[in-house]
């Protein structure tokens, strides 16, 4: 049998995406300002999930100072996509829109302040992806909306769900037959925290049956 490599940690924190200049001053910022942010990992794999579905109506629930948006940003700028973000706090939500802009990224990202679910219980959009990081207190209901404005066969990522704060949206989504999810405990090198955990989920088109 293969043996595994040793320090596996060490090794895969060896394998972390380079980030550019400007993700890499975003990475210094929340260090220093203690803001949590989904490090070169989880962006990385956002832009592969993104890209990989041709995801091209893209909801944001959390904003920060942009870190995860530039990621979506960028997976589906070249097919003319967009992605919308909500932020509760207006200076981060201006914060995240500079961002946006020293990306290249001002005609694919909108920041919609406010309220998470009271902003996605007035939309109507529909979306393919739906990427969920708001405080974890409110996934569970978020859970429903996001069933409400992903369209079927569209995918939904949760980052944080090894907090205990989403112990009953873990359960809900595993259980529920409108969602096909899978839980990930995951090292994630220079996300915050680096010990945590994700979620993916399908959404169904009907109980029991993906399409």
Not at 4 to 17: H, N, V
Not at 36 to 51: H, S, W
Not at 53 to 67: K, W
Not at 151 to 173: H, K, M, Q
Request: proline share 5%; with cysteine.
């Amino acid at each position: 049998m293969t043996k595994m490599m040793p320090d596996l940690e060490g090794y895969f924190r060896g394998l972390a995406p380079d980030s550019d200049a400007l993700l890499l001053e975003l990475e210094v910022e929340a260090t220093r300002e203690s803001i949590p942010i989904v490090g070169p990992v989880v962006g990385e794999l956002l832009f592969v999930l993104a890209r990989a579905t041709g995801a091209a109506r893209i909801l944001e629930l959390g904003a920060a100072t942009g870190y995860s948006g530039i990621f979506l940003g960028r997976a589906c700028a070249g097919i003319k996509g967009r992605v919308i973000s909500l932020e509760l706090d207006e200076a981060m939500a201006q914060r995240a829109r500079g961002n946006f802009a020293r990306a290249g990224l001002s005609e694919v990202m909108e920041v919609r302040v406010g309220e998470a679910l009271k902003l996605m219980a007035e939309m109507s959009e529909t979306f393919d992806l739906i990427f969920l990081d708001i405080d974890k207190k409110s996934y569970l209901p978020a859970l429903s909306l996001c069933r409400r404005l992903l369209r079927p066969g569209g995918l939904l990522v949760a980052d944080n769900v090894g907090f205990s704060g989403a112990a009953d949206f873990n359960r809900e989504i595993l259980e529920n037959p409108a969602w096909r999810a899978v839980h990930l405990l995951s090292f994630l090198p220079r996300h915050s925290p680096e010990h945590d955990g994700l979620a993916l989920a399908v959404k169904e088109a009907r109980p029991g049956r993906l399409w």
